[in-house]
């Protein structure tokens, strides 16, 4: 009986270490399942946030690409316009009565009246009309060009002025562009 007590003791004492180690166990189990949670959840965030700032940086980027692309075609049509007015100005020019034509070119050479030794280069158009105003300002003029279509060339001595109409505004394509489009395109 007394072995029965004993050994009863050993099995309560037993079950009581057991149901211990059991509940360490559980214990331990759980704080290790929320440790883990805790964890997936935070990786979860952070795949998030950086899921997150991909597509931002995406949407941005293809924002800023739409922006420049949309810039770029302005512009591009901007630089269609002023090569479109600049082309009529080159046709009006052209199209220039040779009343008009004559005074432009005699603007140009009467400043030039005063000087010595001044001959003066000119293209076929009303070269005749132009060679007897050069003439009596004193000018030589020398033969008709076909290097150019419409203006003159002055020679002072050494000195050359170069009014070639279409010369002129290759020289001047860039100022021309601005005021073009400062005029067409003011905002």
Do not use: W
């Not at 997150?52 to 293809?62: F, G, L, T, V």
């Not at 030039?112 to 003029?141: D, F, R, W």
């Not at 002025?161 to 100022?175: A, L, P, T, V």
């Amino acid at each position: 009986m007394e072995e029965e007590v004993i050994l009863n003791k050993i099995i309560e004492d037993a079950e009581k270490e057991a149901n211990l180690i059991i509940a360490e166990a559980e214990k331990q189990a759980k704080e290790i399942e929320e440790e883990n949670r805790n964890r997936a959840i935070k990786q979860s965030q952070e795949q998030f946030e950086v899921i997150k700032a991909q597509i931002q940086r995406d949407a941005i980027a293809e924002l800023e690409k739409a922006e420049f692309e949309s810039r770029s075609s302005i512009l591009a049509e901007k630089q269609k316009i002023i090569e479109i007015v600049k082309e009529k100005v080159k046709q009006k020019i052209k199209d220039l009565s040779e009343d008009e034509y004559v005074k432009i070119i005699d603007e140009k050479i009467k400043q030039y009246k005063e000087e010595k030794q001044v001959s003066i280069l000119l293209p076929e158009k009303c070269y005749e009309e132009i060679k007897k105003i050069a003439t009596g300002y004193h000018m030589n003029v020398l033969e008709k060009t076909d290097e150019f279509e419409a203006g003159v060339i002055v020679k002072c001595g050494d000195i050359e002025y170069n009014y070639d109409f279409e010369e002129n505004m290759r020289f001047m394509n860039e100022e021309i562009e601005k005021k073009i489009d400062t005029i067409l395109f003011k905002v």
